[in-house]
């Protein structure tokens, strides 16, 4: 090969990794993000997971990409290695399509009509189409339409490159004579390791070997044991992917290179002791872009039904290999795991982030009902319990402030922002609900350590005041949890009678003190208690309005949110009146 002949094959391999990437890239986009997360929402039996990683890898065109996430999903406890094992036997096969997107450059035709449905015909047409799409638009969807089309058009014009660059090798002998050595398939899958294990990509190596095929020098014989060695070398990127990742992620990593060594042991003894017995009569077959497209799927298609019932030895195979020196112990501190890797993925890290944020959201109520029992019965156990449960809130809020700080840096769709925008919203006051729920507790031990005893009716109205507490909280975490703004719009009202009720108990203890029926010890912690309670009510108030303003509901938040503060609502004081008459004092 001449030296211009080599920069143009490297030109040519340049240009067709970059137009895979952007067409993955617009393909991910245009689906709003909602490709990625479906794997761990809807990958439950094992041919829900097969089918859901086979499409996702077809569509985002990477076989490395969709075992990454999973390895993801699994490292941060959002799937288990089980479900791993199905999306990633699927992404196996899922990744051939490339092949047959190649197989669209290769088509020729003869005539007028051949000129016209000829592949560089094509090419300038998606090109084209692509740039006028891509500056016209306004629109951020349709704008991914003209990247998905550029990335198909610069990918098409690689492999022209790749293959004009090649184009001559069929003659040399020396090229005829390395790919016929190729044909011992040892030789041959180990450079197809390498070779993929370069590339950091399957589907490029299957684009390059296709090119290759032209010069009319590979064979049948050569061409399977360098695609058996491709489906182990796109094990690399995976394992890669796994450093710094947990116990589990390591697990669900390994999956990849143990489904396809195994797969591919099992096809490489099926093929060649049937060669030996037999001779198949393909071995001499010279090879082209469609037979090499159809060998690929041919071979992943069988290795995916080899594995397909084997799905539980694969899961003992890992856990034996990846052992869990640790072992399990016992730790009420909750592991917060937040995929780095997933920051790529707006989607899957807003996903994550929201399944933390309710964990979160439920272990800050859970504190404030713990610390109410304390003022009934009070224990040392009960008051350590509420302060571990107060640290641990505090982990949440410092690992997902960080973690969407990293975030808000990433362009996202306008419904992933509003989503980020409310957990960064509601983050700190789930934080100071549960701070409250401490000082709550730390109340309950100052009146049992000192004797401290409330008359009848303080106690009473106590009990009230919890109620209530105990009812905003509920509402305030399902209209949170399940994105209801039905139960945050009576938030407001009910967080207005507590104030109310505070109001009305601050002045009842004064009178009781005045008139020598409590003490002014027990006047300052009765007071601390129904300032806590009242803060709590707050902080759920905020919460709701959040909900609200950026449900883009038809509340008409803004609007809604003004007339809540005027009280002047009919629809608030129906529920204001409503909880009157059951909290009461």
């Known amino acids: 090969m001449s030296v211009s002949e080599i920069i143009a094959l490297v030109s040519g391999i340049a240009l067709f990794l970059f137009g895979m990437s952007l067409m993955g890239d617009g393909l991910k986009k245009l689906s709003g993000g909602k490709l990625e997360p479906i794997l761990y929402k809807l990958s439950g039996t094992k041919l829900k997971g097969i089918l859901l990683g086979t499409g996702v890898t077809a569509a985002i065109q990477s076989s490395s990409a969709t075992a990454v996430m999973a390895v993801g999903f699994v490292n941060s406890g959002m799937m288990k290695v089980k479900q791993a094992i199905n999306v990633i036997i699927g992404a196996i096969l899922g990744t051939s399509i490339t092949g047959w997107i190649i197989c669209l450059s290769y088509i020729k035709g003869g005539g007028v009509i051949g000129e016209i449905a000829s592949t560089a015909t094509l090419t300038g047409i998606v090109a084209v189409s692509g740039v006028l799409i891509r500056m016209i638009s306004k629109k951020q969807s349709t704008k991914q339409i003209g990247n998905i ?168 195979v890992v856990t034996a290999i990846i052992k869990d020196k640790k072992g399990k112990q016992p730790d009420e501190k909750p592991e917060i795991i937040l995929e780095d890797r997933f920051i790529a993925h707006p989607a899957l890290a807003i996903e994550q982030t929201e399944i933390y944020i309710k964990q ?144 009305n108990m601050k002045h009842n203890h004064i009178d009781r003190l005045q008139r020598g029926v409590c003490t002014l010890n027990q006047g300052f912690v009765f007071n601390d208690i129904v300032t806590n309670c009242e803060r709590v009510s707050d902080h759920c108030s905020n919460i709701a309005l959040d909900i609200i303003e950026l449900s883009g509901s038809e509340l008409h938040p803004h609007e809604y949110s003004h007339n809540l503060m005027k009280q002047d609502s009919e629809e608030f004081h129906e529920i204001y009146d409503e909880y009157s008459r059951v909290f009461k004092i």
């Open 149 to 316: 089309l550029m990335g198909f058009a610069v990918l098409m014009f690689g492999l022209s490159t790749m293959s004009g660059a090649v184009g001559g090798l069929g003659d040399e002998p020396w090229f005829t004579s390395a790919f016929t050595s190729l044909s011992n398939p040892f030789l041959g899958i180990l450079i197809g390791i390498l070779f993929t294990a370069l590339l950091q990509s399957a589907s490029a190596a299957v684009g390059i070997l296709q090119a290759l095929s032209v010069t009319g020098a590979i064979a049948f014989s050569e061409a399977v044991p360098l695609l058996m060695g491709i489906c182990i070398g796109a094990a690399v990127p995976v394992m890669l992917s796994a450093i710094g990742a947990g116990v589990e992620g390591k697990r669900a990593a390994a999956v990849y290179p143990v489904a396809n060594i195994f797969g591919v042991f099992v096809c490489a003894v099926i093929y060649y002791t049937l060669d030996a017995f037999i001779e198949i009569p393909l071995d001499n077959m010279v090879m082209n872009p469609f037979s090499t497209a159809i060998v690929n799927t041919v071979l992943r298609l069988a290795m995916v039904i080899i594995l397909f019932p084997l799905t539980g030895v694969i899961e003992k």
């Open 360 to 503: 979160m959201a439920g272990l800050a109520k859970e504190g404030i009902t713990e610390a109410f029992t304390l003022f009934e019965n009070y224990t040392d156990e009960g008051f350590d319990r509420v302060k571990r449960m107060e640290d641990n809130v505090d982990s949440y809020e410092d690992s997902l402030g960080t973690y969407m700080m990293k975030l808000t840096g990433r362009e996202m769709m306008a419904d992933q922002s509003k989503k980020i925008s409310l957990f960064l919203h509601t983050l700190t006051d789930f934080e100071r609900i549960s701070d409250h729920s401490l000082n709550l507790a730390q109340s309950a031990r100052e009146l049992y350590e000192k004797g401290i005893h409330f008359s009848d009716s303080a106690r009473e109205e106590l009990k009230v005041m919890f109620k209530a507490v105990d009812a905003v909280l509920n509402l305030t975490t399902q209209s949170f949890t399940e994105a209801d703004t039905v139960s945050a719009a009576r938030v407001e009202p009910l967080e207005e009678l507590i104030d109310d009720l505070a109001d």
